[in-house]
Every structure is written in C-alpha cells, then in structure tokens.
C-alpha cells in the first residue's frame, strides 16, 4: 500500500517535469535564492554599478536595511544624497514581479524596482508618490496589504516595464549587453537637491524677468 510519502513524491516528480520560463537562463540559479537574499542581490548590484559608472552613492550592505535619515525616511541606499529604497523581483512563472511592503508615511525620495528575467534586468526609478493612486507613467495601482495599515504591493510586468523604457524612467539591459548609458541615465533620474533648488531658483528669477516684458 503506497504511503503519504509515495504520494508526495509522485506529486513533486511531476510538478519538476514542468517547463519554466527560467530553465536554460544563465540566471536560472536566482530560483533558490531567499527573498532577503534577492533584495540583497539588487541592492549589491545597484550599487556597484553606480560605482563602476562614477556616480555618488552610498551603501552599507545589511547594516542600512530599514535605515532611516534625520527626516524619518527609510532608505537601503544613498544616491547622489537621496535616499532610495531598493525593491528587487525576480520574475514569476506569471511573467510578473511583485514588489512588497512599500509604504506612504516616511516613504523615501526615490523607489528603485530592480525586475530580473531569464533574458535582462530593468531597473526604474520611481519618484516617491501616493501609493493610493494611479502611477502616472506606469498606469498601476497599488494594493493594501490586507489586515495591515499603510503597507502596499505594486506588481509589474513586460508591459508595464515598457512603458517605463519609453518614458525614459526604465532601463533595460539584456544579458551580454553593455551598460555604457546606466550612468548618465541614473544622474538624469536622480538628482541631488542643491542642483533642483539651483534650476528652481532660475526658473523663477526667469518667471520674474519675462513678467517685466508683458
């Protein structure tokens, strides 16, 4: 008489002849990672590659988990003097990526999803927003965490990563390619804010002088 575990391993034997989007991938191995090793991987990567490309960041590993400024901000990273909070997801047999426990109160300057599929990385920089509406550029709505308060859920896909690629908030690089552009690209997304004041402040005195011309 075949025994709960004969069962079992029938039913495991069967459910690992499935084929997934992740077999062949040269990434395929991010399936065993640990969901703290994943955020953990996005954040190394981030920030080695705003070294590698001369931009001004900040990280210490596991000790800035949850780290909070004198504003209040959580943050995982400092870039360019903006604290960003890193969201990584490795894509599901959905085609999805889901990003947990992003929050309104204390919400950082920036979010920076890090999405891995079998083929590339997207990485999209998301100014901080009302988690309870519509992203503008993304056209995705936040989900309440059930039986929480101010926790949120922002899943993504291809399609809306493509949106993202086209508004320019998203980069994409494919396995093999060249990540020549991350640099100019993230310098354009996050600025520092002596440099907003700077162009806020011209805008303004420009304002004042063309009022002078009416």
């Known amino acids: 008489m075949a025994t709960i575990f004969d069962t079992l391993m029938a039913c495991i034997e069967t459910h690992a002849k499935k084929v997934s989007k992740w077999d062949g991938s040269p990434l395929q191995d991010i399936r065993k990672l640990s969901a703290d090793a994943i955020g953990y991987v996005g954040e190394q990567l981030l920030f080695d590659l705003c070294k590698k490309h001369g931009v001004d960041v900040e990280w210490d590993g596991n000790n800035n988990v949850s780290k909070k400024g004198f504003s209040g901000q959580s943050y995982d990273i400092l870039i360019r003097g903006r604290k960003v909070e890193v969201k990584t997801a490795r894509m599901g047999e959905s085609r999805t990526f889901q990003h947990e426990s992003l929050r309104n109160e204390n919400s950082p300057d920036f979010w920076v999803f890090i999405d891995i599929s079998p083929r590339d990385a997207n990485f999209t920089v998301i100014d901080s927003y009302d988690l309870t509406t519509m992203h503008p550029v993304l056209e995705r709505t936040a989900h309440s965490r059930k039986k929480t308060n101010d926790v949120y859920k922002l899943d993504t896909s291809e399609g809306v990563l493509d949106k993202g690629v086209n508004s320019e908030i998203t980069m994409k690089i494919a396995h093999g390619q060249a990540d020549d552009a991350f640099g100019d690209w993230i310098r354009e997304r996050i600025q520092p804010l002596d440099l907003i004041q700077e ?16």
């Open 199 to 214: 162009v806020d402040e011209l805008s303004t005195l420009l304002d004042s002088k063309l009022s002078l011309l009416t």
